[in-house]
């Protein structure tokens, strides 16, 4: 296939659009609209709020994916020159080795409800979780296709007093999730001030998504990415960023570089999982770099980046957008899962051809 090579590369814009339209089944309509890069006043209107106009993101293909022994053809929205290109880069090193292999851990959000002023937080806390499965029919009540599965509770002590963090665990399916885990939130709101006896102050969503993680691996023969002492260099490089958080902000730019521009390209929302990952990244207390490269026994070099992705396929500007649903067709995933999966593997991908600039030729030099 030309994805597979420079092929893809060295055609014009129109003819890479032809080979979508044969590669993905693109109708007439889609390739009109890609080509036209606009989207209509009044759907945008319909998307935002006081709009005025619409701004223009370059939207690109990065080739060269195997993910779970399927292969993509990556949308990427992105402004930045050589973000597509060091994606594809990186993406291209891992097909010695069969590509990457990504899990996940499934779709449950958390929603949570903040209960304040409870004159006895424990026996609040008891009362609540005796009485889950109330709060989990009036939850469930706001969808007919997502369901809250369970109900947690923590106390938080905080500046202002002991707070009572009650948790609705809710299975999304393929949608990002945000609104509805807001809508269940607010509708159990009454119920749980009710059995806790104080009162209820936010009710959200929470976009640290540890329940949604996504998992994807890869391991590379050292003579494919310049030989053992070049292996050392990315290794050293990773523990850089392990040790230091001035380095692992950037170490972690580089993968979101990657992840991002897909999210984008399919009308995700980009800053809910940026803030998920950036969290993620720092959960234990300190910030550390998302994924981490090391040396196998024998030589090779092997990465793994984990990293929560509250994605979806379904709802919201996934489903509004059009370019976005062209996007989705061109990517054929099936799932959100999916969809998270090819999206941490264009981080992965991105950071992988990164690490091998700086630690060789420099960055400045792609």
Not at 25 to 44: G, Y
Not at 60 to 85: H, K
């Given at each position: 296939?030309?994805?597979?090579?420079?092929?893809?590369?060295?055609?014009?814009?129109?003819?890479?659009?032809?080979?979508?339209?044969?590669?993905?089944?693109?109708?007439?309509?889609?390739?009109?609209?890609l080509?036209?890069?606009?989207?209509?006043?009044?759907?945008?209107?319909?998307?935002?709020?006081?709009?005025?106009?619409?701004?223009?993101?370059?939207?690109?293909?990065?080739t060269?994916?195997?993910v779970?022994?399927?292969?993509y053809?990556?949308?990427?929205?992105?402004?930045?020159?050589?973000?597509?290109?060091?994606?594809?880069?990186?993406?291209?090193?891992?097909?010695?080795?069969?590509?990457?292999?990504?899990?996940?851990?499934?779709?449950?959000?958390?929603?949570?409800?903040?209960?304040?002023?409870?004159?006895?937080p424990?026996?609040?806390?008891?009362?609540?979780?005796a009485?889950?499965?109330?709060?989990?029919?009036d939850?469930?009540?706001?969808?007919?296709?997502?369901?809250?599965?369970?109900?947690?509770?923590?106390?938080?002590?905080?500046?202002?007093?002991?707070?009572?963090?009650?948790?609705?665990?809710?299975?999304?399916?393929?949608?990002?999730?945000?609104?509805?885990?807001?809508?269940?939130?607010?509708?159990?709101?009454?119920?749980?001030e009710?059995?806790?006896?104080?009162?209820?102050?936010?009710?959200?969503?929470?976009?640290l998504?540890?329940?949604?993680?996504?998992?994807?691996?890869?391991?590379?023969?050292?003579?494919?990415?310049?030989?053992?002492?070049?292996?050392?260099?990315?290794?050293?490089?990773?523990?850089?960023?392990?040790?230091?958080?001035?380095?692992?902000?950037?170490?972690?730019?580089?993968?979101?570089?990657?992840?991002?521009?897909?999210l984008?390209?399919?009308?995700?929302?980009?800053?809910?999982?940026?803030?998920?990952?950036?969290?993620?990244?720092?959960?234990?207390?300190?910030?550390c770099p998302?994924?981490?490269?090391?040396?196998?026994?024998?030589?090779?070099?092997?990465?793994?980046?984990?990293?929560?992705?509250?994605?979806?396929?379904?709802?919201?500007?996934?489903?509004?957008?059009?370019?976005?649903?062209?996007?989705?067709?061109?990517?054929?995933?099936?799932?959100?899962?999916?969809?998270?999966?090819?999206?941490?593997?264009?981080?992965?991908?991105?950071n992988l051809?990164?690490?091998?600039?700086?630690?060789?030729?420099?960055?400045?030099?792609?």
């Amino acid at each position: 296939m030309a994805s597979r090579s420079s092929g893809f590369h060295g055609l014009s814009p129109m003819d890479r659009l032809d080979y979508l339209r044969k590669f993905a089944k693109l109708s007439e309509e889609d390739v009109k609209l890609l080509s036209s890069c606009t989207l209509e006043l009044k759907l945008a209107d319909r998307m935002i709020e006081n709009v005025i106009g619409v701004i223009s993101i370059p939207l690109g293909i990065a080739t060269g994916f195997i993910v779970n022994d399927r292969e993509y053809l990556v949308p990427m929205a992105t402004e930045q020159e050589s973000i597509i290109s060091m994606t594809t880069r990186g993406a291209e090193l891992t097909l010695v080795s069969g590509g990457f292999r990504a899990s996940n851990t499934g779709s449950t959000m958390v929603g949570q409800i903040q209960l304040m002023r409870a004159y006895d937080p424990e026996r609040a806390r008891k009362r609540i979780l005796a009485n889950k499965e109330k709060i989990l029919k009036d939850a469930n009540a706001q969808s007919r296709t997502r369901k809250a599965m369970d109900v947690e509770a923590r106390r938080v002590e905080t500046p202002t007093g002991p707070m009572l963090i009650i948790e609705l665990l809710v299975d999304v399916k393929d949608s990002m999730g945000a609104n509805v885990v807001n809508s269940m939130c607010e509708a159990v709101a009454p119920l749980v001030e009710q059995l806790g006896g104080g009162k209820v102050n936010l009710r959200v969503v929470s976009n640290l998504a540890v329940r949604r993680l996504v998992c994807v691996k890869t391991i590379l023969p050292k003579d494919n990415v310049g030989g053992a002492e070049v292996v050392d260099r990315i290794v050293s490089a990773c523990d850089f960023a392990e040790s230091d958080p001035w380095r692992a902000a950037t170490h972690n730019k580089g993968i979101m570089n990657g992840v991002s521009a897909v999210l984008l390209a399919t009308s995700n929302d980009t800053r809910a999982v940026e803030a998920g990952a950036h969290a993620y990244a720092a959960i234990t207390g300190r910030y550390c770099p998302l994924s981490k490269w090391r040396k196998t026994e024998e030589g090779d070099l092997m990465g793994e980046l984990i990293m929560p992705m509250a994605v979806g396929v379904v709802g919201g500007a996934v489903s509004t957008h059009p370019i976005a649903r062209i996007a989705l067709k061109v990517l054929q995933v099936r799932t959100a899962a999916e969809l998270g999966e090819v999206a941490a593997s264009a981080g992965l991908a991105y950071n992988l051809a990164a690490l091998q600039a700086l630690v060789t030729i420099g960055i400045k030099s792609i």
